[in-house]
């Protein structure tokens, strides 16, 4: 009896060598998509906005922008303090403010107070980037990737169905509740992560001005963090310019669909969650690179069949998937080559990368609505093979690191 136990792997002796329980992983992953989902809740509902407050459908578009805008600079100066601060306590004071701005939109009287407390959501929002390297941080080395790739697996089914969850409430109880529902949510998931995450130490006592001017060293110390962070800007333009213009192909005349249609759509982009756990595991058995590529690869294959099948819902389909599986690949291959970088500044360098590729992201957005008005889906669907193929000429010209240095420091040293 004892020696068949011995040969048995228990759920908690695997969570033992993994380092983080099985249970705090899922609350970390729902959270991370929760809390994300607020970036995105309001697209589908422009237009309900637009009459609500008597403004253009361009106008209430400011408030996309602006969340963005709020999600950028939450980027630059808050996911940094992840280092500075300690991470219990700074999770806690963003997500009650969070809870706070989402009962004022859901209660604005104004097009302005929507606007300011949109901002103010975005910004805190980024609970969800601090939350990730704290999961690589409890995790083992060896399983890290596995633990970033299922906490990321929540982050990009939080954006994936926020629309459709959106589209869904507003239609049935109306576009205030989605703001109130989600506040509901961040006090719950306030409460929950108080109770169960760990106490973390603080990797830096670096003053905060240090700690962001030490962000921005560490783009020029670490060529790898720029290089992935253009790679996966290059693939998160691709992503946002085919979302932002799918949704044109849909309600026109080709295919009728109603705004929850479109939502409705948005479900088959989830099933491209369902690799995230694959990408951590191929990240920890040292395959970054040709997967890497591989995922270049299959995003320009993705938008050639998107543009061989205009008028065919499957296989514009097929391509949503290929997509979004494709862009989480290198999201989290990125990711886990990020954090070896420096484990003492791994939110900074969270941030660094977040921050690049969302860039690509509101750049890929745009002159993905700029093509697709100037030449339909054909030039949209050209312009979306581009980028990954630019990613993968430049990957073709990557250098394999060099054995890092054990006496290397980080940035710290020298703030």
Same mark, same amino acid.
């Given at each position: ?8 792997t ?7 060598t ?15 998509? $929760? ?21 253009s459908t361009? #106008? ?25 601060l ?6 806690t004071?963003?997500?009650m403010? $969070? ?64 629309? #459709? ?55 020029? $110390? ?8 253009l ?63 591989a ?14 099948g ?8 097929l ?11 290198t ?12 484990? #003492?500044?791994r ?19 745009q ?5 697709y ?35 290397r #420091? ?6």
């Open positions: 009896m004892s020696t068949r136990s011995n040969l048995r228990s759920p908690r002796s695997i969570e033992a993994q380092g983080v329980p099985g249970w705090l992983v899922a609350l970390l992953a729902v959270a991370s998509g $929760t809390t994300v989902a607020n970036l995105y809740y309001a697209q589908p509902l422009l237009s309900s906005l637009s009459g609500v407050f008597h403004i361009a #106008t209430a578009g400011i408030l996309i922008t602006l969340t963005q805008v709020g999600y950028v600079f939450g980027m630059i100066f808050l996911v940094p303090l992840g280092d500075r300690e991470k219990r306590n700074l999770v004071v963003l997500l403010i $969070t809870a706070l701005a989402l009962v004022a939109a859901g209660l604005a009287t104004s097009f302005p107070m929507l606007l300011i407390a949109s901002l103010i959501s975005g910004a805190t929002s980024v609970v969800a980037q601090i939350l990730v390297p704290f999961a690589a941080n409890l995790a083992a080395d060896h399983a890290r990737g596995r633990i970033v790739g299922r906490v990321m697996s929540g982050l990009l089914a939080g954006i994936l169905l926020s629309r #459709t969850l959106s589209s869904l409430v507003s239609d049935i109880a109306g576009w205030r509740v989605v703001f109130l529902g989600s506040a509901a949510l961040m006090a719950v998931l306030t409460v929950a992560l108080r109770a169960a995450l760990p106490q973390h130490a603080p990797t830096t006592s670096i003053p905060y001005h240090h700690v962001l001017r030490s962000t921005v060293q560490l783009v020029r $110390t670490h060529p790898a963090l720029l290089r992935r962070g790679y996966q800007a290059a693939m998160f333009g691709a992503f946002s310019a085919f979302w932002t213009t799918v949704s044109f192909v849909l309600t026109g005349p080709r295919f009728h669909y109603s705004p929850v249609g479109v939502g409705v759509f948005a479900l088959v982009g989830a099933a491209g969650a369902a690799i995230a756990p694959f990408a951590g595991h191929w990240a920890d058995r040292g395959l970054v690179r040709p997967m890497t590529g995922a270049f690869l299959v995003t320009a294959l993705a938008f050639a069949v998107a543009g061989l205009g008028r065919s819902i499957v296989l514009i389909a391509a949503a998937i290929l997509i979004d599986m494709a862009v989480q690949t999201l989290i291959l990125g990711q886990h080559t990020v954090y070896q970088l420096d484990p #003492t500044a939110a900074r360098l969270n941030s660094a990368f977040i921050a690049m590729f969302f860039v690509g992201g509101a750049i890929g957005s002159l993905g609505a700029i093509v008005h100037a030449a339909g889906w054909a030039g949209l669907t050209g312009l979306g093979a581009a980028l990954p193929l630019a990613a993968l000429a430049y990957w073709a010209v990557e250098r394999q690191p060099q054995p890092a240095s054990t006496e #420091t980080s940035p710290d040293s020298s703030a």
